[in-house]
Structures are given as structure tokens and as C-alpha cells.
């Protein structure tokens, strides 16, 4: 049966976009995004979930007192659609350990730097790629990791550089890192956990060969 998959977003979805597409190419190897879930009413990423046909729904912050009780409504709603993974794409709340327990090693999200470098709270968006340009580094990229209760803290399952240019903005540095790096690395990493390829151990995630994971599904 192929895994489940969430996506949870909150703006404009272009890594859900992502997503949709490597779907639609094949690329996702025994995995199928059912549910869409947003934390604004007004994301683009629902529109781009509906011109898909993916189901969707909203989980709006504004509507829970605390994030706590908002973590609490999501884990009920990924129960009941039987979700496997959790993927945060552009998802712009900090969830409890609710989330965590709920879904352990089973919750992917893409961070738009090489972490631990311009991570933790704070470190999001176009902030991100402000800060690396203010600190002169010459590389920067995207890194998929694993959610822990530590923000930003996971597990990393991979990452990408690209080179950072003298006349970059952080508009066009975001563009970059999300084209080469984002865009390709989450549908891998997705299509990896799929798989049962992904092996946790402790702060090392191991990509298994197709054989090495027959046979580890064997036993």
C-alpha cells in the first residue's frame, strides 16, 4: 500500500508544487500526498492542492488559543485521514510535541539554509537568506531534516549548496535555493521515506540500498 502523505503549508506552496509535480512525473515511489492542510484560509497553496485534485482544509492559527491546542486539532486531523508522513512545506507555525510524539520520524521539513547555519526560531522565510547574506558566507542551501521538538533540531536527511553571488538580494538568493536546492531535495527525500529507506540513527540518518531495505523488511 503506498504511504499516505500530508502536506502542511501555509503561503504560497511552491514546494508543494514541487511536490505535486515529481508526483505526476512518477518520481514519488510508493507514496500519495491525500491531504493538503493550511494554517491561513487564504494560501495560494490551497488553489494549487485544488488544481490537483489533492483534498484539502484549513487549520487556522487564529481560530486556537495557543499553538498547543492548534497542534492538537492537526494531530486529530492527520489520524483521522491515516497519514503516514508529515511534510512541512513553507508551514509557518511551530507545532508542540504533540506533533512529534504523534508522528516520530515521520514528519519532514525543508529549512532554507545549510543547518545548523541560519537555523532555530526566527530563522524563516526571507529572514533566512537576509541573514546569510549579512554574514558574508559564500554558500548557503537547503537542508531536509527530520522535526524534533527542537526547532530546526532534527535529524538531517540531506542537503544541497549553491553558490552565493556578490550582487545577490535575498529575493534572488531565495529564488536560487529554492529551485536548485528545495524543489529537488524534499520530493527525494519524500520518495526515500516512502520507500523505507530512511533509517534513523540518532542525530544520522542512513539511505538505505533498495536491497539492504528488502531485506531489513524481511525480518
Known amino acids: 500500500m503506498p504511504k499516505r502523505i500530508a502536506v502542511l503549508v501555509s503561503?504560497?506552496?511552491?514546494?508543494?508544487?514541487?511536490?505535486?509535480d515529481?508526483?505526476?512525473?512518477?518520481?514519488?515511489?510508493?507514496?500519495?500526498?491525500?491531504?493538503?492542510?493550511?494554517?491561513t484560509p487564504s494560501a495560494y497553496a490551497l488553489e494549487r492542492a485544488a488544481k490537483a485534485g489533492i483534498p484539502s482544509c484549513v487549520v487556522a492559527r487564529k481560530e486556537y488559543?495557543?499553538?498547543?491546542?492548534?497542534?492538537?486539532?492537526?494531530?486529530?486531523?492527520?489520524?483521522?485521514?491515516?497519514?503516514d508522513l508529515v511534510v512541512l512545506a513553507g508551514f509557518m507555525v511551530i507545532l508542540t510535541g504533540e506533533m512529534v510524539q504523534a508522528y516520530p520520524n515521520a514528519?519532514?521539513?525543508?529549512?532554507?539554509?545549510?543547518?545548523?547555519?541560519?537555523a532555530g526560531p526566527g530563522c524563516y522565510g526571507l529572514h533566512v537568506h537576509e541573514k546569510a547574506l549579512e554574514y558574508g558566507v559564500k554558500l548557503t542551501g537547503a537542508t531536509v531534516h527530520f522535526v524534533s521538538e527542537e526547532c530546526d533540531g532534527g535529524p538531517i536527511v540531506s542537503q544541497k549548496a549553491?553558490?552565493?553571488?556578490?550582487?545577490?538580494?535575498?529575493?534572488?538568493?531565495?529564488?536560487?535555493?529554492?529551485?536548485?536546492?528545495?524543489?529537488?531535495?524534499?520530493?527525494?527525500?519524500?520518495?526515500?521515506?516512502?520507500?523505507?529507506?530512511?533509517?534513523?540513527?540518532g542525530r544520522t540518518v542512513r539511505v538505505l540500498e533498495n536491497a539492504e531495505c528488502g531485506m531489513q523488511n524481511a525480518e
Open 22 to 39: 515529481a508526483q505526476a512525473r512518477g518520481e514519488i515511489v510508493n507514496g500519495e500526498i491525500v491531504l493538503v492542510i493550511s494554517s
Open 11 to 20: 503561503g504560497g506552496g511552491t514546494n508543494l508544487q514541487a511536490l505535486i
Open 107 to 118: 514528519i519532514l521539513n525543508v529549512h532554507p539554509a545549510l543547518i545548523p547555519s541560519f
Open 162 to 201: 549553491v553558490e552565493v553571488l556578490p550582487d545577490d538580494t535575498p529575493e534572488v538568493l531565495q529564488r536560487r535555493v529554492m529551485e536548485q536546492c528545495e524543489w529537488q531535495l524534499l520530493p527525494q527525500a519524500v520518495s526515500l521515506f516512502c520507500q523505507d529507506r530512511l533509517k534513523v540513527e
Open 65 to 83: 488559543p495557543s499553538n498547543q491546542a492548534m497542534t492538537v486539532a492537526l494531530v486529530d486531523k492527520l489520524k483521522e485521514a491515516r497519514i
